[in-house]
Structures are given as C-alpha cells and as structure tokens.
Nanobody, 125 residues
Framework: QVQLVESGGGSVQAGGSLRLSCAAS????????MGWFRQAPGKEREGVAT???????SYADSVKGRFTISRDNAKNTLYLQMNNLEPEDTGMFYC???????????????????WGQGTQVTVSS
C-alpha cells in the first residue's frame, strides 16, 4: 500500500501559478502510473495529468500548455506545476497511484488504488 500526502494548494488570482506536491511512502512498484485529479464542487473527479514510470506524460485538453506533471524519484515526490490558472481550475486536487502495469496511464479514477487526502485550489477572477 502506498501512502500519499498532497500539499501546495491555496488561493490565487486568475493568471497566477501554484505548484502542488505529493509525497509518497510505502511499497512502490517498478512499473506504475501516478496522476493528478481534480474535483470541482458538485462535479465528478476528473483526471488532469498522468505520468508513467517510463516518464511519459499525458494531460487533459483543458490544462495542456498550462500544467506540467513531474516527479523526483530520489524524493519520492510527484509535482504539478500549474501556470496561468483559470477560475475553472478551482477544486480539490488529489494525487493517485496505480501499481498495475499499463502501456499508457489511464485518466479514469477507478484505475487508481491509492489516493491522498487532497489539497484545495481556489482561483478567483
């Protein structure tokens, strides 16, 4: 089981930036996916960005060119750099871990086994 703890959320004005972090601990696997998900009030939790153990990344269309997912293996930490934030980005952000081997990471929440507690991001216009 992997334990995940997110941090870095906050309140910013539109156009601002935030960097989210997700510290991972516990048993990890050689082949895995990690992802960032966002849940706006009253809406489903949706995939924002994923990163494969081979380093490949994927993004939701709504964040392409603005968000960057990365990881520091030495620190067991996942990051999400968010630039040019929009009010529509407001929500609770979660990191998640999928230990199953996949050719390509999924953006579907049910594919992920471990979740953090979330960190709130609020973007005002």
């Amino acid at each position: 089981q992997v334990q995940l703890v997110e941090s870095g959320g906050g309140s910013v004005q539109a156009g601002g930036s935030l960097r989210l972090s997700c510290a991972a601990s516990g048993t990890t696997y050689k082949n895995y996916c990690m992802g960032w998900f966002r849940q706006a009030p009253g809406k489903e939790r949706e995939g924002v960005a994923t990163i494969h153990s081979d380093g490949s990344t994927s993004y939701a269309d709504s964040v392409k060119g603005r968000f960057t997912i990365s990881r520091d293996n030495a620190k067991n930490t996942l990051y999400l750099q968010m630039n040019n934030l929009e009010p529509e980005d407001t929500g609770m952000f979660y990191c998640a871990y999928d230990p199953n081997w996949r050719r390509q990471c999924s953006s579907l929440r049910y594919e992920y086994d471990s979740w953090g507690q979330g960190t709130q991001v609020t973007v005002s216009s």
